[in-house]
């Protein structure tokens, strides 16, 4: 049997359930390269466990997938996904490749940065269109599609949640400061954003030290020293209404 476990954004977000699931755990996995796993959290689950979990690489879950869900066919497997395994990152797949080799395969869901980065935000689920993903730079790599994704949001009243990317080499979330530069260096002149645009900026969403604040991109760096070595996300506000305005204020100063 193959069991997805939704780690949520935080420790206590891991249910009675999923506890019970993951110490009667045969084989007890993790994949850490879609979403950031603190360590104060790796060695929770390694406490509750008895043991540390083995991590699996992207190569595992795609390349190697028949390979990895094989494991499964006689003994249990527990595989961990931060956030929930079929929202944000979505593992659909593997629930078909487990039912291709006739292995029997359940999730236990939990919080995702969908549901609480929009709940957190005050912002009306129904007015969010398509979300985007900032995803690091490198010297032959510069994709800035993404910025017409949360223009034509903007200009249809919608909102974006805009996610940033992990570094899995040295193992960190994509710092606000790197998200400003990217996002400068990828406006147009046909783009409805400029360096003056209001975003709002989520950080370390269902942990005691969350953050949400309001700024513009030219002005993301000054929140660098407050937000340091914390997961953020980012939402792109489309038109908001008066009960909008008000619950996003209201979610700001709750964390200032």
């Not at 979505?90 to 006739?102: D, P």
């Amino acid at each position: 049997m193959l069991l997805l476990v939704g780690l949520g954004l935080g420790a206590k977000d891991l249910s009675a359930l999923a506890l019970e699931e993951i110490r009667r755990a045969d084989e007890l996995l993790i994949e850490t390269y879609t979403s950031f796993v603190p360590k104060e959290y790796m060695d929770f689950i390694e406490k509750q466990a008895g043991r540390k979990p083995t991590p699996l690489a992207r190569k595992d879950l795609e390349d190697n997938l028949r390979q990895t869900v094989a494991l499964a066919k006689n003994q249990k497997v527990v595989l961990l996904v931060p956030g929930d395994p079929l929202i944000a990152t979505t593992h659909s797949i593997i629930l078909n490749e487990a039912k291709a080799q006739g292995i029997k395969c359940e999730v236990i869901h939990a919080p995702s940065v969908f549901s609480t980065a929009i709940g957190e935000s005050g912002l009306d689920v129904y007015k969010f269109g398509p979300t985007v993903t900032l995803t690091f730079w490198s010297e032959k790599y510069k994709p800035k599609a993404f910025i017409d994704s949360i223009s034509r949001n903007i200009q249809n009243g919608q909102h974006t949640l805009v996610l940033l990317d992990i570094d899995q080499k040295d193992c960190r979330p994509m710092k606000i400061s790197e998200a400003k530069e990217i996002l400068l260096h990828s406006l147009s002149g046909n783009s409805a954003i400029s360096p003056a645009t209001e975003v709002i900026v989520l950080a370390n969403l269902g942990r005691s030290d969350k953050a949400i604040r309001r700024v513009a991109i030219s002005e993301m760096d000054a929140l660098s020293k407050e937000l340091e070595g914390k997961v953020i996300s980012l939402i792109f506000p489309g038109k908001l209404s008066f009960a909008e305005e008000e619950s996003l204020e209201r979610a700001i100063a709750a964390t200032s």
